[in-house]
């Protein structure tokens, strides 16, 4: 079955945008939840979550945020919910891992090693700024280390280990990949690894197709046939890394944490649009979108009755 099948996540908000940056950028409960069931009702199998601030828009990775969107999303989709442990880059690993130890999902998020993570960039683009954080946080990026150590590593897997949740291993650069290996070696992550390699953020490997072929020849020679390759494409760079992925028969990521645009100089204008625009490209490739429990099946999940939400 998993041979034509092309799991479809979606990321719906994220912490790398600000609310200025685009009017149909998630912020509120309401607002996540709906492009979350929108994104699944469009062909997503996955929807990858964060949580916001409602008044500022600022990443709030309490457990109270995330309880205000998981029930109705868990009761109007069968797709499955995957909870970041990335939260934001400048918060402490304790703080990031709490939505997933409170609720037990079925898939979480988990960033594979410490790098830069340069946002500043996006500065010449945005100018004017509705809350007062946006462009300090932007700025601020100049200096920032998203910490991943191997301490704050095992800590996510010890904390999650019992409860059956998999994860979505982020991995932004090669040694990203290696850092996994590690792991695998000593046990303490289980096949099939999902691996998600991650192009285009300032810090990371780039966006290139020799990057991307680059990270999947090492992820082959490392995992061989205990992973399924997933690709997430920053920026611009969305769909065309998605429909080499695809063709190469990777799985993808969309979504406005990704990406805010559906083309050059055009804002999305909703999740579903861009899981729309990739399911296009993976159908005309002849592939086949991967349903909720199909996704199941070939990442070996516990289902969605073994959550704590």
């Known amino acids: 079955m998993a041979s034509n099948k092309v799991i479809i996540t979606c990321a ?94 079925e898939v979480a998020s988990l960033n594979m090693g410490s790098m830069n993570f340069g946002l500043f960039p996006m500065l010449k683009r945005f100018k004017t700024f509705k809350h007062d954080w946006e462009a300090p946080a932007l700025e601020n990026s100049r200096d920032l280390v998203f910490r991943n150590s191997f301490k704050d590593i095992e800590f996510v897997l010890n904390t999650l280990g019992s409860s059956g949740t998999r994860f979505e291993f982020e991995c932004y650069d090669t040694a990203h990949l290696y850092n996994l290996a590690h792991f695998l070696e000593r046990g303490l992550v289980k096949p099939p690894l999902f691996v998600q390699t991650v192009f285009g953020i300032l810090g990371g490997i780039g966006p290139h197709p020799e990057d991307v072929m680059h990270m999947k020849r090492t992820a082959d020679r490392l995992f061989g046939s205990s992973y399924k390759w997933s690709v997430l494409g920053a920026g611009r760079n969305q769909l065309a890394i998605a429909a080499q992925a695809a063709a190469m028969g990777g799985n993808v990521r969309v979504g406005l944490e990704d990406s805010l645009w559906s083309g050059p100089g055009k804002l999305a204008t909703s999740n579903a649009e861009q899981v729309r625009a990739v399911r296009q490209i993976i159908e005309g490739l002849g592939l086949s979108v991967a349903t909720p429990d199909e996704a199941r099946e070939i990442l070996e999940l516990k289902g969605g009755d073994r959550v704590a939400f």
């Open 12 to 105: 719906v908000t994220g912490a790398i945008h600000t609310p200025s940056m685009s009017p149909h950028l998630p912020v509120t409960a309401q607002e996540i939840a709906e492009a979350a069931i929108g994104a699944a009702e469009a062909g997503a199998a996955i929807v990858h979550l964060h949580a916001r601030d409602e008044a500022t828009g600022r990443p709030d990775q309490s457990p109270e945020a995330f309880a205000r969107f998981l029930p109705r999303i868990k009761q109007s989709t069968k797709a499955v919910i995957n909870l970041t442990t990335g939260g934001a880059p400048y918060m402490t690993v304790q703080e990031r891992v709490k939505p997933a130890e409170t609720f037990k999902p």
